[in-house]
Structure formats: structure tokens, C-alpha cells
T-cell receptor
Framework: DTGVSQNPRHKITKRGQNVTFRCDPI?????LYWYRQTLGQGPEFLTY??????LEKSRLLSDRFSAERPKGSFSTLEIQRTEQGDSAMYLC????WGSGTNTEAFFGQGTRLTVV | AQSVSQHNHHVILSEAASLELGCNYS??????LFWYVQYPGQHLQLLLK??????LVKGIKGFEAEFIKSKFSFNLRKPSVQWSDTAEYFC???????????FGTGTRLKVLA
């Protein structure tokens, strides 16, 4: 399967614990995005990487959230001291990038986080 | 700031009925427009996209959308829906040269067999 891969698919954690999610984008896709989706809402942008550089973070991303893409390939999203309001589906997407290229984002199946 | 509005939150249709889902965006410049679909238990998949050219774009599974610049709209249509079209549909916008895709809140379509 050459699509965007996310692990784990489901995570249940106790409030206050830290969690980390992994995203493997489509090979050679320079752009990587993290989105969050809650029930009844569309995906909300969290952050964006171009290669290893994190170029934008949404105001939705509090200081408990951190994302990395150390070698410009896979990415991790960590949530520290989880709260019940963090319960959501966390989506990763990737897209190719090149000068003048218009393209769509390719999404993974997401990691569903439940904070109890 | 860019935003996307989908006015129909839930739509119920019988098989063979025609479908039109509304999408309006607020952005003054040139935009790229997308419709994504999410079938139950599956990831978001691209239905169709508009970058430039013919404002009537055709996508997969018989879907089409029309970009009307003067109305800031990109409505999704299908002449005859099938039970298998039951899914959630999301409109999204992206400005060329930027990177964020801004999504609407989605429309949940249920097709009755």
C-alpha cells in the first residue's frame, strides 16, 4: 500500500498521559499536514511541514502539542498532558510540491484518540 | 481568512434521485477547489478538483461540480445517486502558492435503497 499510513489507528489514554502518533506520508511527498476532526466538523488544520521545516502551526495547536518531521519523511504528533477535549480523529495528509504545482492532499485513515 | 460553507448538513435521498450539495467559499483571489468523500470507516478520498479552465469538472463515480466565480460557489452534483454514495462529503479550498486546505463542515448523505 503506497498511501499515507498512520499509527496507531486507535488510542485510548487516561487524562494527563502523553501520547504520540506517527504518520508515514506517500513516498517523495514534500508536504505533510496534520489535521484534527471532531464529530460533525470538517478537518481542522493543525500544522504543516515542507520537508523537515514546520512552516505553520494553527492557533488550535496549544503548547501541549508538538509535531516533528526530523528527516523530512515520517512525522510524529505528540500531545502532552492529554485532556478530554483532545479526543478527536487526528488526520495526516501529504502532497507533492513543486514550483507552480497545484495538487490535492492525500489523507491517511487517521488515529482516533479517546481520552478518558 | 478563507472559509468554506456547506449549507446542507444532512441529506436523505432515494436511489436514482438527483443530488446537489452546496459549497460557498470566502476568498477574494484565485483558489483551488476540491470535493472529498469519506465513506463509512474509510479515509478521505478525492472526488474531484478544480484548478483552472473549464468550470465544469467531472470526477469519479459520476460526480461533477461547477465553479461559479461570481457566486463563490463550487456545488457538487450527481444526476442519479446510488445506495453506495452514502457517505460524508467535504468541500475544501486552497489558495495557489499556499499550503493549507480549508474544509467545510461536511454534508452527510444517506441514500435509501
Amino acid at each position: 500500500d503506497t498511501g499515507v499510513s498512520q499509527n496507531p489507528r486507535h488510542k485510548i489514554t487516561k487524562r494527563g498521559q502523553n501520547v504520540t502518533f506517527r504518520c508515514d506520508p506517500i513516498s517523495e511527498h514534500n508536504r505533510l499536514y496534520w489535521y484534527r476532526q471532531t464529530l460533525g466538523q470538517g478537518p481542522e488544520f493543525l500544522t504543516y511541514f515542507q520537508n523537515e521545516a514546520q512552516l505553520e502551526k494553527s492557533r488550535l495547536l496549544s503548547d501541549r502539542f508538538s509535531a516533528e518531521r526530523p528527516k523530512g519523511s515520517f512525522s510524529t504528533l505528540e500531545i502532552q498532558r492529554t485532556e478530554q477535549g483532545d479526543s478527536a480523529m487526528y488526520l495526516c495528509a501529504s502532497s507533492p510540491w513543486g514550483s507552480g504545482t497545484n495538487t490535492e492532499a492525500f489523507f491517511g485513515q487517521g488515529t482516533r484518540l479517546t481520552v478518558v | 481568512a478563507q472559509s468554506v460553507s456547506q449549507h446542507n448538513h444532512h441529506v436523505i435521498l432515494s436511489e436514482a434521485a438527483s443530488l446537489e450539495l452546496g459549497c460557498n467559499y470566502s476568498y477574494g483571489g484565485t483558489v483551488n477547489l476540491f470535493w472529498y468523500v469519506q465513506y463509512p470507516g474509510q479515509h478521505l478520498q478525492l472526488l474531484l478538483k478544480y484548478f483552472s479552465g473549464d468550470p465544469l469538472v467531472k470526477g469519479i463515480k459520476g460526480f461533477e461540480a461547477e465553479f461559479i466565480k461570481s457566486k463563490f460557489s463550487f456545488n457538487l452534483r450527481k444526476p442519479s445517486v446510488q445506495w453506495s454514495d452514502t457517505a460524508e462529503y467535504f468541500c475544501a479550498v486552497n489558495a495557489p502558492g499556499t499550503y493549507k486546505y480549508i474544509f467545510g463542515t461536511g454534508t452527510r448523505l444517506k441514500v435509501l435503497a
